[in-house]
Each structure stands twice: as structure tokens, then as C-alpha cells.
């Protein structure tokens, strides 16, 4: 039945890593870090896990060894948030690249400048092509649910992948909510123990990480993107056993009552809930509304997401995070392309939304429903590329 | 209790609202409502004004948003009256509930023509004899429970003592002082 508890965000990362009791995890221990290596810190002291705690004098430096330590063969975690995220970004690659299971846990926050510490996903979705698997949760059960499923998926022998997992910063991580957690001893058995195929400490003499010529690169990366392919059965795998535990199921994404929708909302995190809230409102009123959770952003689920919006009339995908492309975010873009081949597909724009903790209303995303209603009037998109909750822009 | 209710807190960085919400998310979970406490994050400095939510509710409540049409606006530094919107949005049933020594109607002028209800409670003075240093917020959730009756008043003192293990676990001395002035406080509410 599972223990019901009230945590927040961060807290319930940091339970979920207690839970694990991985044996490294590297993190520089203050801002731009989260709470959660404090907790974690605290766990140590207490003799709560018998993990390798490492306070590093950078998030470079907390990649690189969370690299060492899983190519060691140590199952192996890190935590971190906005510049943090950015300064591991030559690590994410090497990461991915060597294909080494590390968790990571981000608390999405802005980039900077203009200097800012509150919500949006500038800082995940400038890792978007690092190699990096991505979930996003909307709450705190899915930030902990998520977490405990992705070690399953990093480490599968299909996959061999890095897997961050995502929550929005304050929004999630600093508030308190009810969250169901699991036994501990059923965590334990669920997550299991990591067995490497390769690992430096073991019994076959082996180097990782060697300069890698032309002759054999390409293969490499050509792998790399093949585990990346393959990890969205294994994501669904996971997430299935998952459910027969605990009750709660996922998918790569979730649909709230898309069935006879019109009209929809793509949209990841937090800012979700608050949607489905707007599409309550509007379903009492009769309109045909729905909203579509990203939760797996990487793979991008371009068949089964394509397929779920191909009924639709009108789409508005949400970014919180700009591209600076000048032709939308970058969920929009992918969304779009995903739906090319398509017989019949829907009108797609893109609305940027809650940049650097813009707070974001119910009446955002009423307004946002209430756009795509003019969009099948006109039977065209109009301005694809628009911006919700910005002062004095329509 | 059917309906959602909705709770603001205006303080002042250092005066424990946050806490306050935090404390009030765990005692109305405690009896076994859905909650939601949370901080909206400016400037952290001392004596800046920050604002702190609850959502407190019997279904999960999805929305991630701020608070916009309260039920009950939570006062834990009365200059603030004149210095942000108190009663911005603050639903006509609703109340607001202000840290003061003062009557409530001798705050309406102060309201901007808000006309619901006003309750007062001097929550610095009880903090000090009571806890030894003006801390307000615990006094001030004690008035929000009487006054909103989100919870009922003696579950929540059953609740209270555990909640704040749970908050303090490293900080144990501060507990007793806080529960003294807990009761004293919903005693001394003015506006009911």
C-alpha cells in the first residue's frame, strides 16, 4: 500500500536516493546545487547508506567523478540545477559517450543573465542532445517515482545510457505535497543490484575512455544513438514492472482527456497540473479540451506522440525554454516534425511560457485554449511562434 | 470540509512564514487532507517581504501555481498592510488575519475598502514571553486553525508537538516555548 508521507520535491529525491544507497554519488554541495546533497550529506552522517559521498569543487568536476566511479563499476548518481547543469556540459557528453549509467537528478532552473534562480528549462533542454535520456515529472511522487525507475532504465544491457530526471525548480522541488512512498525493502529488491558487463575494478584488464579515431568514432556514436532508440521499450518495460509494484502507471507520456479532444495543450512538468486544471474549467463549459504530459522527452516518442494528437483540430506546445532560433522552443519543433508525415495532422503553435519563474496561471492556459479555438476558426495557425505572460505582448 | 481552501502569508524574510505554511501543510496532513505549502522565491534577505501558500484540500489538488482569490489572508508583519496588496483577490467570505495588538477595526482604514471579515492577534508579544523572541508564525498558525477551521483545533494540538519533531528534529529546545504560545494564541484571537 505503499507510506503516505508529506515531502517536497527535493526532500522526495533525496529519500529515493536513500532508498538506492548508491555506491558513489558526487555533488558540489551548495548553490547552484539543490537541497538534496544536503540531505544527503546528512544520510551519510547518520549512517543511513553506506555510499561514497564526494563534495566536489564543481558540478565538473561532479560529473567526472560520477564518470570515474561508474567506470569503475560503482552504481553512481549526481544532483544538480540551471548553471550547475551548464557547467557539466563537456562532462554530459563523455558521460553518454562512454556509455556509463549514471542518474541524475535536475531541479530545472534558469540560465543566467539576467541572473535569475527560479523555474524554466533552459538548463535540460540546452542538454536535450548530450546523450542523456530525460523524464520529466510533474510532482513530487513522479520526480521520486521517476528517479527510482531510471536507474533500471540507465543500466539495462539494451540501453547503457545516462538518464536525467527532471522536476521544476521551487514550483516542485520547495513545495510540500502528500506523495505515497514505497517500503524500502521493496525498493531495494526493485532497483536490485548493478552488475557492470566492464568495469576498471574487476577481473579483466581493460582501459575506458581512450582516444577514439575516425576509424572506429562513428560506430560509436552510431551505437550510442541505436541504445537511445532502444531504451523506449525498456523505458515502457520499466515503467510496467513499476506499476505492478506500486499501482502507478506511466507511460511516455500522459493524455487527460484527449479521447474526443479538439483541441490540446503539450506541455512538461508542473505547469501540467495547472493545465489540466484550465481543461477542467473549460470541459464544464462543454469545450472539447485536452492536455498531453510529456514525460519522456529523450527518446523523443515521435510514432506513439504523433499518433495521439493526429485526431486533434489545433495543438499548442509549451516551452519553457527558448531556442533562440526564431522559430519556437525546442519541444515545439520536435513536436511538429513528428507529425510531417502524418495523412491528417493538426494545426501546431508554440507558446514560450513562465521564463525565470513567471508564475503560471490557470487563466494562461484558458487564454492558450481559447487561441487554438480562433486557430480552427481560421483553419490555419497564424503566428506559430508566441509567448504567454509576457507584459505587454500578445 | 468539502471545498479546497486557499491560504496566503504575507511576512517579512526571517519571521518564519514559510515555516508557518510548512507547519500548516504538516498538521492539516496530519489529518489526512491533501496539502500543498509552499514558497514563492524573491530576494532572500532578511526583512524583505516574501509570500508563502497553502492548498489544503481532500482530493490531490493538481495546480502549480500561486495563490490568486484566497480563502484567508495570513498578516505576520502588519507593516506590510500598506506595503503589498493584502487583500488583493481575498475572497468577500474569506478573512484576513493580522499579526496585531490593535482591534480589528481599528485596521479597516488600513484595507483599502475591504470589507469582509478582520481578525487580530498580537502574536509578537506572545512570541516573546512565550518563546522568548519575536518569532510570530507559530502563533499566527494557531490563529489561521481557529479562525479558517481547517482542522480541528484538538487534533491539531495533538498534531503539533509531532509536526514540529518532525520540522526541528535538530532544534528540540525550541519546541516547548512554541507550543505554549500555540495555545495561548488561539485563546487570545480577536474577530470571532
Known amino acids: ?43 551519510v552522517a547518520d549512517g543511513e547508506v553506506d555510499t561514497e559521498f564526494i563534495a566536489v569543487e564543481s558540478e565538473h568536476s561532479a560529473m567526472s567523478a560520477c564518470i570515474a566511479a561508474a567506470a569503475a563499476g560503482g552504481r553512481t548518481a549526481t544532483i544538480t540545477s540551471a548553471c550547475g547543469l551548464a557547467l557539466m556540459w563537456e562532462l554530459l557528453y563523455v558521460a553518454s559517450g562512454t556509455r556509463l549509467p549514471i542518474t541524475l537528478a535536475v531541479v530545472n532552473r534558469a540560465l543566467s543573465a539576467p541572473i535569475n534562480i527560479n523555474n524554466d528549462h533552459s538548463d535540460s533542454m540546452g542538454a536535450r542532445d548530450s546523450g542523456w535520456i530525460q523524464l520529466y515529472s510533474e510532482n513530487n511522487q513522479e520526480a521520486y517515482d521517476n528517479y527510482l525507475m531510471s536507474l533500471r532504465i540507465a543500466e539495462h544491457k539494451d540501453v547503457m545510457l545516462p538518464v536525467m530526471v527532471c522536476q521544476d ?13 514505497i517500503e524500502g525493502e521493496k525498493v531495494k529488491n526493485f532497483v536490485g543490484e548493478y552488475v557492470p558487463k566492464h568495469s576498471l575494478i574487476g577481473g579483466e584488464p581493460i582501459s575506458i575512455g581512450p582516444y577514439d579515431t575516425p576509424q572506429f568514432y562513428f560506430e560509436h556514436a552510431y551505437q550510442r544513438a541505436q541504445a537511445m532508440i532502444n531504451s523506449k521499450k525498456v523505458i515502457l518495460d520499466v515503467s510496467k514492472e513499476f506499476a505492478a509494484l506500486t499501482g502507478r502507471e506511466y507511460g511516455l507520456f500522459e493524455e487527460y482527456k484527449m479521447e474526443d479532444a479538439e483541441r490540446a495543450i503539450i506541455v512538461l512538468n508542473s505547469s501540467a497540473g495547472t493545465a489540466k486544471g484550465a481543461c477542467d474549467l473549460l470541459r464544464a463549459k462543454g469545450e472539447k479540451v485536452g492536455v498531453l504530459k510529456l514525460r519522456v522527452f529523450r527518446p523523443f516518442p515521435l510514432e506513439e506522440l504523433s499518433k495521439a494528437i493526429s485526431h486533434l483540430k489545433a495543438v499548442a506546445v509549451m516551452d519553457k525554454a527558448d531556442s533562440f532560433s526564431a522559430m519556437g522552443g525546442p519541444l515545439f519543433t520536435d513536436v511538429r516534425s513528428a507529425c510531417y508525415d502524418l495523412k491528417t495532422r493538426p494545426h501546431i503553435i508554440n507558446y514560450i511560457y513562465g521564463l525565470g519563474g513567471r508564475d503560471v496561471r490557470v487563466e494562461d492556459f484558458t487564454l492558450v485554449f481559447d487561441a487554438l479555438k480562433q486557430v480552427v476558426v481560421d483553419d490555419r495557425p497564424g503566428e506559430i511562434y508566441r509567448h504567454v505572460g509576457v507584459r505587454g505582448v500578445q | 470540509m ?36 509552499f514558497p514563492e522565491y524573491g530576494p532572500e534577505r532578511m526583512g524583505a517581504p516574501i509570500t508563502a501558500y497553502n492548498r489544503i484540500s481532500d482530493e490531490r489538488c493538481s495546480l502549480h501555481c500561486n495563490i490568486y482569490e484566497p480563502d484567508y489572508v495570513v498578516i505576520v508583519d502588519a507593516t506590510l498592510l500598506t506595503a503589498v496588496d493584502a487583500t488583493g483577490g481575498l475572497k468577500p467570505d474569506g478573512g484576513i488575519i493580522i499579526n496585531s495588538a490593535k482591534e480589528p477595526e481599528e485596521l479597516r482604514p488600513l484595507l483599502d ?80
Open chain 1, 1 to 43: 500500500m505503499g507510506i503516505r508521507e508529506r515531502l517536497s520535491g527535493n526532500e522526495a529525491v533525496a529519500i529515493a536516493l536513500k532508498q538506492i544507497n548508491p555506491d558513489v554519488l558526487a555533488a558540489y554541495p551548495i548553490t547552484p546545487s539543490t537541497e538534496v546533497p544536503q540531505y544527503f550529506a546528512q544520510y
Open chain 2, 113 to 192: 475598502g475591504y470589507e469582509g471579515r478582520i481578525y487580530t492577534i498580537d502574536a509578537g508579544k506572545i512570541a516573546e514571553e512565550e518563546i522568548g523572541r519575536n518569532i510570530p508564525n507559530t502563533p499566527m498558525l494557531a490563529a489561521v486553525v481557529v479562525v479558517s477551521g481547517v482542522i480541528p483545533e484538538d487534533e491539531f494540538l495533538n498534531d503539533m508537538e509531532g509536526s514540529m519533531k518532525h520540522k526541528f528534529a535538530n532544534k528540540p529546545q525550541v519546541i516547548e516555548g512554541n507550543m505554549r504560545a500555540i495555545k495561548r494564541s488561539m485563546r487570545e484571537v480577536k474577530g470571532l
Open chain 2, 2 to 37: 468539502s471545498k479546497m481552501v486557499e491560504i496566503r502569508w504575507h511576512g517579512r524574510g526571517g519571521q518564519g512564514a514559510k515555516t508557518a505554511s510548512l507547519l500548516l501543510a504538516d498538521a492539516a496532513f496530519n489529518t489526512g487532507k491533501f496539502v500543498q505549502g
Open chain 1, 169 to 181: 525548480g521551487f514550483i516542485t522541488s520547495h513545495a510540500v505535497e502528500n506523495i505515497e512512498l
